[in-house]
């Protein structure tokens, strides 16, 4: 923990990248690269980010880990051996920590440092960065790898303070782990962190209890282990096969091609036959089992039935189904993938508290109080997920050019250019920023385009003599227009999901993504060629 508690004289540094997931540790990478002095900071004690910090049972991957990896350098592709279909979250942290050794990379960062506050000097055209920990740096330039989903969201449920019990969220969890044998556990949340953790926690817990606000559509994962003559297969034209994922609307998925047309198209024994096929298959593939689920609503609930089907199917106490079949439009809330979810339903020990009937009034010392009952509880969890895209970001005390917060600009919303940048925030990059298609892409190809496009844009500067790159005001107008005028060709602006900020009080319901991976990195390929266009560039 290098520096944690030190105040240090101020350091001068080119770049300030913060956080060391996947993508500030990439960004320490390429800018190092570029012979430039990289000043980074993680909050946590090590590499890794999302798999540093969520360490609950049954943590992994969604996007299988073939896919779900770095593609900069073809020697780590083939040394590292992925053990299952979509790896589990000690595997994907053992991979960071060896990208780190690897390229060499901990010595960018000091570890146990969150950056409390960046302050733009227009008279030196630098960002004087602080950590809590006392170090101050000045740099020309500050990276944002804070993350999407790093911002734990922890509910404000009145007495949730005087519950006797520990309280984990899944986003912080121990890294010592938790024993559950014999306790009575309740899992407050139904999304992807708590389909995951269900199943295994049920495994051990004397009691469970599931506190559910809205049900959640899972497909099943389909983990295995990975079959060594599948990745023999991909890793002989392993270049390519991330090629082909590059053109695809989300980043992945290319070798499960083709398939397409529209499910309204097809006769009913023919979807049933697709989603039967894809539900076999296992994964996300399911969204794309015909072209318009994510865009017309009639479509979409031919997959929805579907899915409410198996669950009824796999659920053996009716009414217990009924409670967990969804209503919004399957995909509008990310899409879960489970190893064993609606079966856990099936087991005696295993209870489901409605909330839309039945509410929490609150927490007391032993357990949660709902309208209806009151649980007696010796372990909670909240899997209740993250204050995403901006929580990060907006964390820090920000200020951009005339002392302007961002958190006063992005009041009603975030606004950026292209999700890279915002005007009146000179050369402060964010790393799949709200306004890219961060979330809803295979995450490591979308941080990967987004630190070359950042690094290729640092080299273009150095080599004019230039020193300053600015969003024009105008071009950000255009680009959030734009965004929601997707999002609204789609379904996923029709729930309360956390792709709305929806999920955290008072949070401006904006939608944040940008919809179309392969569309937005030409147009960021487009912007750089043509000088970078929308941005200024100054001395
Ligand atoms: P993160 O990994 O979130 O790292 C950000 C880091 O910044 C954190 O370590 C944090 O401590 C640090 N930080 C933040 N603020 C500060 C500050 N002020 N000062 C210092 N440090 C700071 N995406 C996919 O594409 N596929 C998946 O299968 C997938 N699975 C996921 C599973 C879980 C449980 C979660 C929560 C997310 C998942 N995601 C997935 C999204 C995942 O977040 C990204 O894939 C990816 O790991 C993000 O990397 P990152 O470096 O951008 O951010
Ligand atoms: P999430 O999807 O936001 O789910 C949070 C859950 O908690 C929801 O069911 C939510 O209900 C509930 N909740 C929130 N506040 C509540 C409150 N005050 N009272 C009762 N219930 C409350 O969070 P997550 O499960 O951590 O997942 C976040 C994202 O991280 C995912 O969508 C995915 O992108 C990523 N992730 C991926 C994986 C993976 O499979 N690889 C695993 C985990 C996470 P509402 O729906 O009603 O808001």
């Known amino acids: 923990m290098a520096g944690a508690g030190m105040a240090t004289a101020e350091e001068r540094v080119d770049a300030v990248v913060v956080g060391a997931g996947f993508a500030g540790l990439y960004a320490a990478h390429r800018l190092s690269e570029l012979g430039l002095a990289v000043r980074g900071f993680e909050a946590g004690l090590g590499v890794g980010g999302t798999w540093y910090w969520n360490r609950y049972p049954g943590a992994r991957c969604d996007i299988e880990s073939l896919e779900y990896s770095y593609q900069f350098s073809d020697e780590l592709a083939r040394e590292w051996k992925w053990s299952?279909?979509?790896?589990?979250?000690?595997?994907?942290?053992?991979?960071?920590e060896h990208v780190a050794d690897r390229f060499d990379l901990r010595r960018h960062f000091r570890f146990g440092h969150r950056v409390g506050a960046a302050r733009y000097d227009e008279s030196t055209a630098t960002w004087a960065v602080s950590t809590d920990a006392g170090a101050r740096v000045r740099?020309?330039?500050?990276?944002?790898?804070?993350?999407c989903l790093s911002k734990p969201n922890i509910p404000k449920i009145p007495g949730l303070d005087s519950f006797r019990g520990a309280v984990h969220h899944t986003g912080l969890w121990p890294a010592e782990g938790v024993d559950v044998r014999g306790l009575r556990?309740?899992?407050?949340?139904?999304?992807?962190?708590?389909?995951?953790?269900?199943?295994?926690?049920?495994?051990?817990?004397?009691?469970l209890v599931v506190f559910q606000r809205t049900p959640t559509y899972s497909v099943p994962a389909r983990n295995?282990?990975?079959?060594?003559?599948?990745?023999?297969?991909v890793k002989a034209d392993y270049r390519g096969f991330r090629l082909r994922n590059w053109r695809m609307p989300f980043g992945a998925f290319?070798?499960?091609?083709?398939?397409?047309?529209?499910?309204?198209?097809?006769?009913?024994?023919?979807?049933?036959?697709?989603?039967?096929t894809w539900w076999e298959k296992g994964g996300l593939p399911f969204l794309a089992a015909y072209d318009d689920l994510l865009v017309s609503p009639e479509a979409n609930r031919t997959a929805a039935d579907y899915?409410?089907?198996?669950?009824?199917?796999?659920?053996?106490?009716?009414?217990?189904?009924?409670?967990?079949?969804?209503?919004?439009?399957?995909?509008?809330?990310?899409?879960?993938?489970?190893?064993?979810?609606?079966?856990?339903?099936?087991?005696?020990?295993?209870?489901?508290?409605?909330?839309?009937?039945?509410?929490?009034?609150?927490?007391?010392?032993?357990?949660?109080?709902?309208?209806?009952?009151?649980?007696?509880l010796d372990l909670l969890v909240l899997a209740t997920g993250f204050d995403a895209m901006t929580g990060a970001a907006l964390a820090i005390d920000l200020r951009g050019r005339e002392g302007r917060p961002l958190r006063e600009k992005w009041a009603s919303g975030p606004r950026t250019y292209l999700g890279l940048c915002t005007a009146g925030f000179p050369n402060l990059f964010f790393i799949t920023g709200p306004g890219s298609p961060s979330v809803l892409a295979n995450m490591v190809p979308a941080i990967e385009q987004h630190v070359n496009w950042i690094a290729d844009c640092l080299a273009h500067l150095g080599a004019r003599g230039l020193g300053c790159i600015e969003a024009r005001p105008e071009a950000e107008e255009a680009w959030?227009?734009?965004?929601?005028?997707?999002?609204?060709?789609?379904?996923?602006?029709?729930?309360?999901?956390?792709?709305?900020?929806?999920?955290?009080?008072?949070?401006?319901?904006?939608?944040?993504?940008?919809?179309?991976?392969?569309?937005?990195?030409?147009?960021?390929?487009?912007?750089?060629?043509?000088?970078?266009?929308?941005?200024?560039?100054?001395?």
């Open 307 to 376: 899915i409410r089907e198996r669950i009824r199917e796999i659920v053996r106490d009716p009414a217990l189904a009924e409670s967990l079949l969804p209503e919004q439009m399957v995909g509008c809330k990310r899409l879960c993938i489970d190893s064993g979810y609606y079966e856990t339903w099936n087991r005696e020990h295993v209870a489901l508290v409605d909330l839309r009937r039945n509410p929490i009034l609150g927490i007391e010392a032993g357990g949660v109080r709902t309208r209806a009952e009151r649980f007696d």
């Open 224 to 233: 295995r282990p990975l079959d060594p003559e599948e990745e023999r297969r």
């Open 185 to 207: 556990v309740g899992v407050i949340g139904t999304g992807s962190s708590a389909v995951q953790a269900i199943p295994l926690l049920a495994e051990h817990a004397r009691r």
């Open 480 to 539: 959030v227009e734009h965004v929601n005028q997707v999002a609204g060709f789609t379904v996923f602006p029709t729930c309360n999901s956390w792709y709305l900020g929806a999920n955290v009080p008072g949070k401006p319901r904006v939608f944040m993504p940008y919809i179309g991976f392969g569309t937005y990195v030409d147009r960021c390929d487009e912007v750089a060629e043509k000088g970078y266009e929308g941005f200024d560039l100054r001395r």
């Open 84 to 96: 299952e279909r979509y790896a589990a979250q000690p595997e994907i942290l053992a991979y960071l």
């Open 139 to 147: 740099a020309r330039f500050v990276l944002l790898a804070t993350g």
């Open 254 to 276: 290319a070798d499960q091609e083709p398939r397409g047309g529209s499910a309204l198209e097809a006769s009913p024994e023919e979807r049933r036959a697709r989603y039967d």
